[in-house]
């Protein structure tokens, strides 16, 4: 079975930019959660999809949005880019979700450099 | 908890020792508990996972021990190899029934030495 898929692997963007960000879930999954990494404050929750709604989401600013299709891909975008978004976008997958204690696999990230 | 910090805490172990490394979660309503490895370059693999009703959980080479009463987390590797050179996470669920995310220990770097 192949794994979480993200694209592009890196992006480079200017401030004020807007970017999206892909990821396809593993088949079968049709919960896709995405997490932001970063040096400073590590791993943060960003937003979960299920069925195309969001179901729960973290405590970052409306600048970052995201939807998931019929399919469960997922995009995330992120507007007005600022030089502290620069980080390791995560996506990751799970059949139903996490609150029903299945672990979520993990693609490889997109890494997002903001100059 | 949640991730802090620039400097991750640090185990070295020799190569063909066990290691252990330790994980402190805040929540004391979290009902399932997550290991993760992440190698450079690389999204976080799942190690093994374990709920709240059980207090050992064992895979290959792995062992989780859940200590509920200290809110305490621990990953047993058994016969480090160097492929086990890298960060482990910890991660604790958090939230309502059917609207929870996790949330991610700071991680621990674990360095194989020859």
């Known amino acids: 079975k192949a794994g979480v898929t993200q694209t592009p692997r890196y992006l480079i963007k200017t401030r004020g930019q807007q970017v999206t960000l892909s990821c396809s879930p593993i088949s079968g999954h049709r919960s896709v959660s995405w997490y932001q990494q970063t040096p400073g404050q590590g791993l943060q929750f960003l937003f979960e999809?299920?069925?195309?709604?969001q179901r729960n989401k973290g405590n970052f600013p409306g600048r970052f949005s995201g939807r998931q299709f019929s399919n469960s891909r997922s995009e995330m975008n992120v507007s007005t880019l600022e030089l502290g978004d620069s980080a390791l976008y995560l996506c990751?997958?799970?059949?139903w979700g996490t609150g029903y204690n299945q672990p979520q696999h993990f693609g490889d990230g997109t890494r997002l450099s903001i100059l | 908890g949640e991730s802090v910090g620039l400097h991750l805490p640090t185990l070295s172990v020799q190569e063909g020792d066990n290691s252990i490394i330790n994980c402190a979660y805040s929540?004391?309503?979290?009902?399932?508990f997550i290991w993760y490895k992440q190698e450079s370059g690389k999204g976080p693999q799942f190690i093994i996972d374990?709920?709240?009703?059980?207090d050992k959980r064992q895979g290959q080479r792995v062992t989780v021990l859940l200590n509920k009463t200290v809110k305490h987390l621990s990953l047993q590797i058994a016969a480090t190899q160097p492929g086990d050179s890298a960060v482990y996470f910890c991660a604790e669920t958090e939230g309502l029934q059917g609207a929870q995310k996790l949330v991610f220990g700071q991680g621990t770097r674990l360095t194989i030495n020859p």
């Open positions: 990751a997958s799970s059949p």
């Open positions: 929540n004391s309503a979290s009902d399932y």
């Open positions: 374990i709920r709240s009703n059980m």
């Open positions: 999809y299920f069925s195309e709604t």
